[in-house]
């Protein structure tokens, strides 16, 4: 089952089974965390568009601790062209710099 | 405290998956194990395995849509870009000392398989002489303590020094990073020439010539 989600400024986000299967084969430490991929669309820190490719759209969401995976991450999700649809999602341990122009929380 | 830490990169067992739906190229060096990424930039993350640490691969999000503004084949060639990297290997060693708080990288490339042994075989591995020279030429910014080391007389890079790793270390590798980055997606813009000649050193092991020559036009 596709999962279906509202961000916070009302854009309808969808993680397919596809793309799922896609996100646990590269990135295996994902597959016990599909909620918090949900979670970070639905409730992020930060949602931001991308410097080189400004029409991506990126969520942010930070985690004191995963268990299994480490203390203080970020899940990253990115949305494709379409903006409708996850193109992946992975966690970070550290940015060198900023994931682009921040458009929510607006400042 | 002082370490050296050796790691090969054995490019043979480099194993990618691009998703043409979501523009997304993830490589990975051996099967993909599970990691942690330190995002490079918003489109480019390195894969780390945390225990034992290295390096397991890197995610490219929007490849496609970033490098045809490069090379509009991009996308067709990426198969026969991976055989190449496939032929190569790098041994990258991080040395720290904590008297002088400095932590010197270098990296040598060497073939791999039947290519390794008959340079092995025919060929005498001689040290060549280098010389360290500064990154940025400003003394203000973050990379004042980063210094290159390059052979001679070629002028080829083959590793990095960074002083004061402990009070500057971050803001340096940050440093190093962005000026690659930027060298790259800004070849008009103002860049120290080392900065171009470490991405140059980078893209020329990865076979991106066409990148090279926008670089250096």
């Known amino acids: 089952m596709p999962g279906i989600v509202q961000d916070p400024t009302g854009l309808e986000v969808i993680l397919t089974d596809a793309c799922w299967q896609h996100v646990i084969s590269r990135h295996p430490e994902m597959r016990p965390f599909k909620e918090l991929v949900l979670e970070a669309?639905?409730?992020?820190?930060?949602?931001?568009?991308?410097?080189?490719?400004?029409?991506?759209?990126?969520?942010?969401?930070?985690?004191?601790?995963?268990?299994?995976?480490?203390?203080?991450?970020?899940?990253?999700?990115?949305?494709?062209?379409?903006?409708?649809?996850?193109?992946?999602?992975?966690?970070?341990?550290?940015?060198?710099?900023?994931?682009?122009?921040?458009?929510?929380?607006?400042? | 405290m002082a370490f050296n830490l050796v790691q090969r990169f054995e490019f043979e067992s480099v194993d990618y998956s691009y998703d043409r739906s979501g523009d997304v190229l993830d490589i990975s060096f051996g099967p993909p194990v599970p990691g942690v990424a330190l995002q490079v930039e918003d489109w480019l993350a390195i894969r780390m395995h945390v225990a034992p640490p290295y390096f397991q691969g890197m995610t490219i999000v929007g490849f496609r849509k970033i490098f045809e503004k490069i090379n509009r084949y991009v996308e067709k060639e990426l198969p026969k870009r991976m055989q190449k990297l496939a032929r190569t290997s790098v041994e990258m060693s991080f040395s720290y000392d904590d008297q002088s708080d400095t932590l010197i990288i270098r990296w040598t490339e060497e073939l791999s398989g039947w290519r390794r042994l008959?340079?092995?075989?025919?060929?005498?591995?001689?040290?060549?002489?280098?010389?360290?020279?500064?990154?940025?030429?400003?003394?203000?910014?973050?990379l004042r303590n980063v210094y290159v080391e390059k052979t001679l007389p070629s002028k080829q890079i083959v590793g990095v020094k960074i002083l004061e790793f402990t009070k500057v270390g971050p803001a340096a590798i940050e440093g190093i990073l962005g000026a690659m980055i930027d060298t790259i997606f800004e070849p008009r813009a103002e860049h120290d020439e080392n900065a171009h000649l470490i991405t140059n050193t980078l893209i020329e092991n990865l076979d991106w010539t066409r990148l090279a020559r926008l670089i250096a036009s």
Do not use: C
Request: glycine share 8%; proline share 7%.
């Open chain 2, 118 to 142: 008959a340079e092995k075989l025919f060929q005498q591995r001689r040290t060549k002489p280098s010389i360290f020279e500064t990154l940025s030429s400003h003394p203000g910014d973050s």
């Open chain 1, 41 to 107: 669309i639905r409730q992020p820190n930060g949602i931001y568009l991308g410097t080189r490719d400004p029409a991506r759209r990126i969520y942010r969401k930070h985690y004191s601790a995963v268990p299994g995976v480490g203390n203080s991450v970020d899940v990253l999700v990115f949305l494709g062209d379409d903006n409708k649809h996850v193109a992946t999602a992975y966690f970070i341990g550290y940015s060198f710099r900023m994931l682009g122009r921040l458009v929510w929380p607006s400042t």
